[in-house]
């Protein structure tokens, strides 16, 4: 069975272009960083698509 994928806050960063103090969150699955969001909305929207991605295609 493989681990889920896990939404964690990742604390605020400055980053070219981003306002100071910008949030981010982190996709893990199991001790592996899988993506990145700027909010948790889109984390969940990340969340959903990669899980999709891993689903074994219907025969």
Request: glycine share 8%; hydrophobic share 35%; no cysteine.
């Amino acid at each position: 069975m493989n681990p889920i994928i896990q939404i964690r806050p990742a604390g605020n960063r400055v980053l070219p272009g981003q306002p100071a103090g910008h949030n981010f969150w982190q996709l893990t699955k199991g001790d592996t960083v899988v993506g990145w969001a700027t909010s948790y909305p889109a984390a969940q929207d990340k969340q959903r698509r990669l899980e999709q991605a891993r689903l074994p295609a219907a025969s």
